[in-house]
């Protein structure tokens, strides 16, 4: 539905407005009006403000010649001339009465002689103050009075000569007298500042008041208080009240001035921006929100709160395409899981049905055997895969930094792919040489960086049918980084999928990876761990020509010693003759009866409990125990908790944890707890008796 309130705001506005301006003319007529009415009253009102407005303005001139006054007169070298009488500083200091605003300087000692003087054309008496004057300015410190001589009515300031650094009351040292002639220029500037009339008269009889006009009388008094002369101020008052109706005149016009202003701005400022709130709304028109953006104020945060919407919207619209086709992703990706499941379980089910069900030579039972064992392998390490891409995504997995041999791990890798590799195909599979290994243990995550590492390298074996696989690192001691690269001569990605090949649940190059297999999560796991441990991840690739994966970690060196390589020793298996007793806490009876044929090969002696509780019991009362097989995951007690009880009371008791729990989240938790060793379900034979036959060693010895 279309929003049509803007089209309806307008007028309203516009009433609005005019209502206001109406209403402000009527204002101003009526104060006219009114004014016209009482013109006595506000004559009588205006007269006193007149009479204060006077008295003020004459105060403040006084006020100011004072203040320069006495900043001159308490001085220390105004005093020392007073003794010394040094006419060269008087003449430097006091040549120019302009610069006091006067017509006269005089300075007098205390003996009422005149010391110095300095005088304009307006005043040429020199010796014009009486001596009774100068005594009364003794007693008062400053004053202020008016003489009429032969020059005419001066205004007289006089202010006692003091030193400026006497703590308490300061002594007399002479006098300086300011004076002013009240003449024409004088009265002009009074007149001006208090916009009125003057008048001087010498009688104290007050003059007969015009008809509207704003009357006020000052006494001019001799340092006696004795009158010298009486001055008229007046203000004609129809001037003031022409003044307010020309001001309202104004007014009138300016409010019809801003009338149209005010049509214009609501014009621009209002209908505008409603109307572009009204397009931005039922369109989401970018142009509408551009013109509300470069409004200023609080359209200009409309504007900006509508383009964030739009861009929140854009970002919805996406992640809902983005939310479909992760929706598709993932049914191509159960579809897929469920073939690459069914592929070993198929395998692993058909030919165990073949071994229970047809008798079958022993050399065909061991191809058999080999197949299921293969499956087996490959349905586990999909479910690891699974696992792992889970804990990613929910950010379970972190780093876990240890001091690493570079160069030690990258030769072991080599070494262990080298021997699973498939000899059938003619792939040239080496180790690029690194002529400048790490100097020193790198800090790392190990497990993780071999995990990105082989994964690289067991894709870039799966997709070659021929020519050559290698890989290796540089230390780039500028950038601070280790560079690992990878590269192959097979089938090559194009363009089009290069862009998808880290993404989870994505399986590209077309029949090869159909023939192949897999899930499709190794390269995302790759790069989540690249990131996690402060790297980067990229490829570059030529379809037809092979493909090269570069991917960096920090280079973070954790001590500064010499590394060298050492050759991995061999441990040996032993052969059947060994001796000891083993508990093995295991809760299901099919996994303790893959135990017990395991070690039927052993002459250990095998004692099984079904709970946590019972290996808690066996262990206080049996101290033939020499190692504990522990499951994790128990009834009653986990292994965690009993491994817990039984250590205070037989701490070197070795404790194997068995359990399906393979990450490394949960390694570092089994060790935390104080586990001798682990090994994760299914059980690697080899492997079991490898760990078993090194603590029963270690503890003989």
């Given at each position: 539905m ?8 307008k007028?309203k ?9 109406v209403?402000?003319?009527?204002l101003?007529l009526?104060?006219?009006l009114?004014?016209?009415n009482?013109k006595?009253?506000?004559l009588?009102?205006y007269?006193n ?9 004459i105060?403040?001139?006084?006020n100011e010649?004072?203040?320069s006054?006495?900043s001159?007169a308490?001085w220390?070298d105004f005093?020392d ?8 500083w008087?003449?430097e200091m ?7 605003k006067s017509?006269?300087i ?6 009422n002689k005149?010391i110095?003087?300095?005088n304009t ?7 014009f ?5 100068l005594?009364t ?8 009075f ?14 006692v000569i003091t030193r400026?650094n006497?703590k308490v009351k300061?002594?007399p ?6 004076a ?5 220029a004088f009265?002009q ?13 010498d009688?104290q ?6 008809n509207y006009?704003?009357?006020?009388t000052?006494?001019?008094?001799d340092?006696?208080?004795?009158f010298v002369t ?8 129809e001037?003031?009240?022409a003044?307010i109706?020309k001001s309202?005149y104004?007014?009138l ?6 009338l149209?202003?005010?049509?214009f ?6 209908s505008?921006p409603?109307n572009?709130?009204?397009?931005a709304?039922?369109t989401g028109d970018?142009?509408?929100i551009?013109i509300l953006k470069?409004?200023e104020?609080d ?7 509508f383009e964030?919407?739009t861009?929140q919207?854009?970002k919805?619209?996406?992640?809902k395409?983005?939310?479909e086709?992760n929706?598709k ?10 073939h690459?499941?069914r592929t070993?379980?198929n395998?692993i ?9 047809t008798e ?5 039972q061991q191809?058999?055997l080999?197949v299921?064992?293969k499956?087996?392998?490959n349905?586990i390490a ?7 891409m889970?804990k990613?995504?929910s950010?379970q ?5 240890t001091a690493?041999?570079?160069?030690s791990?990258v030769?072991d890798l ?5 021997i699973?590799?498939?000899?059938a ?10 002529k400048?290994?790490?100097?020193y243990?790198?800090k790392?995550d ?9 994964n690289?390298?067991?894709?870039a074996l ?6 050559s696989v ?5 230390i780039d001691?500028?950038n601070?980084?280790i560079?690992f690269k ?8 194009d363009e ?7 993404d989870r649940?994505?399986?590209?190059g ?10 499709g ?10 990131e ?7 490829l ?9 994966f570069?991917f960096?970690?920090?280079?973070e060196y954790?001590e500064?010693q010499?590394?060298t390589?050492?050759?991995v ?5 032993s ?5 000891g007793t ?9 996994n303790?009866?893959?135990?017990q044929k395991?070690m039927k090969a052993?002459k ?5 409990a079904e709970n ?9 009362n049996?101290?033939?125990?020499d ?8 009834p ?9 009880k039984?250590?205070p009371?037989?701490?070197?008791l ?9 990450s490394?989240?949960?390694k570092?938790?089994?060790f ?5 060793d682990?090994?994760?379900k299914?059980?690697?034979r080899?492997r079991l008796?490898?760990?078993?036959d090194?603590i ?5 010895s």
């Amino acid at each position: 539905m279309k929003i049509k309130e803007s089209k309806k705001s307008k007028p309203k506005i516009i009433l609005l407005v005019v209502g206001i301006n109406v209403f402000s003319i009527a204002l101003v007529l009526t104060v006219l009006l009114y004014i016209t009415n009482i013109k006595k009253e506000i004559l009588d009102n205006y007269n006193n403000q007149f009479q204060d407005e006077i008295s003020r303005i004459i105060q403040l001139r006084l006020n100011e010649v004072i203040s320069s006054m006495e900043s001159e007169a308490n001085w220390n070298d105004f005093v020392d001339y007073l003794k010394t009488k040094d006419s060269s500083w008087y003449n430097e200091m006091y040549a120019n009465p302009g610069l006091f605003k006067s017509d006269y300087i005089g300075v007098y000692g205390l003996d009422n002689k005149i010391i110095n003087h300095t005088n304009t054309a307006n005043i040429k008496e020199v010796d014009f103050i009486p001596k009774e004057a100068l005594i009364t300015l003794n007693k008062l410190g400053k004053s202020r009075f008016y003489l009429k001589t032969s020059d005419g009515i001066i205004q007289v300031f006089g202010i006692v000569i003091t030193r400026s650094n006497e703590k308490v009351k300061p002594k007399p040292e002479g006098y300086f007298i300011l004076a002013r002639k009240i003449n024409s220029a004088f009265i002009q500037k009074i007149e001006k500042a208090t916009n009125s009339t003057i008048t001087l008269v010498d009688s104290q009889e007050n003059n007969q008041a015009k008809n509207y006009t704003l009357q006020c009388t000052v006494d001019l008094e001799d340092y006696k208080n004795q009158f010298v002369t009486r001055v008229y101020f007046e203000r004609p008052f129809e001037k003031f009240i022409a003044h307010i109706l020309k001001s309202l005149y104004f007014i009138l016009f300016i409010s019809l001035i801003l009338l149209l202003l005010i049509f214009f701005y609501t014009e621009k400022w209002i209908s505008i921006p409603l109307n572009a709130i009204t397009k931005a709304l039922e369109t989401g028109d970018k142009e509408s929100i551009e013109i509300l953006k470069n409004i200023e104020g609080d359209f200009k945060n409309i504007g900006t709160l509508f383009e964030e919407n739009t861009k929140q919207k854009s970002k919805l619209v996406k992640a809902k395409l983005k939310a479909e086709e992760n929706d598709k992703l993932k049914s191509s990706f159960l579809s897929n899981l469920s073939h690459e499941i069914r592929t070993p379980m198929n395998a692993i089910v058909g030919f165990t049905e073949l071994l229970m069900n047809t008798e079958v030579e022993k050399e065909e039972q061991q191809e058999y055997l080999s197949v299921i064992d293969k499956s087996g392998k490959n349905l586990i390490a999909i479910i690891d895969d699974l696992i792992e891409m889970s804990k990613i995504e929910s950010h379970q997995t972190k780093p876990n930094y240890t001091a690493v041999n570079i160069e030690s791990c990258v030769k072991d890798l080599y070494d262990s792919i080298k021997i699973t590799n498939k000899k059938a195909k003619k792939i040239d599979f080496k180790l690029i040489e690194n002529k400048s290994p790490a100097r020193y243990p790198v800090k790392t995550d190990e497990v993780k960086l071999k995990q990105i590492i082989t994964n690289l390298v067991t894709n870039a074996l799966k997709f070659t049918e021929q020519g050559s696989v290698e890989f290796g690192y540089e230390i780039d001691e500028l950038n601070n980084k280790i560079v690992f690269k990878v590269k192959d001569t097979g089938f090559g990605i194009d363009e089009n999928n290069q862009q998808y090949i880290f993404d989870r649940f994505r399986r590209v190059g077309g029949d090869h990876s159909i023939k192949i297999g897999g899930l499709g999560l190794g390269l995302a796991i790759s790069k989540a761990y690249a990131e996690m441990l402060g790297g980067t991840i990229t490829l570059e690739s030529k379809l037809g020509k092979g493909s090269e994966f570069c991917f960096t970690i920090p280079l973070e060196y954790v001590e500064k010693q010499k590394i060298t390589v050492q050759p991995v020793n061999e441990i040996t298996v032993s052969k059947g003759d060994e001796e000891g007793t083993i508990l093995i806490a295991e809760d299901d009876n099919i996994n303790f009866l893959l135990f017990q044929k395991i070690m039927k090969a052993k002459k250990y002696k095998i004692i099984r409990a079904e709970n946590g509780q019972e290996v808690v019991d066996i262990c206080f009362n049996n101290p033939n125990i020499d190692l504990v097989l522990m499951d994790i995951k128990m009834p009653i007690m986990d292994g965690f908790e009993a491994l817990e009880k039984i250590a205070p009371i037989r701490p070197n008791l070795p404790m194997i944890a068995q359990t399906a729990f393979s990450s490394n989240e949960d390694k570092n938790k089994i060790f935390k707890a104080g586990f001798t060793d682990y090994i994760t379900k299914p059980i690697d034979r080899e492997r079991l008796f490898e760990i078993i036959d090194v603590i029963l060693k270690k503890k003989v010895s």
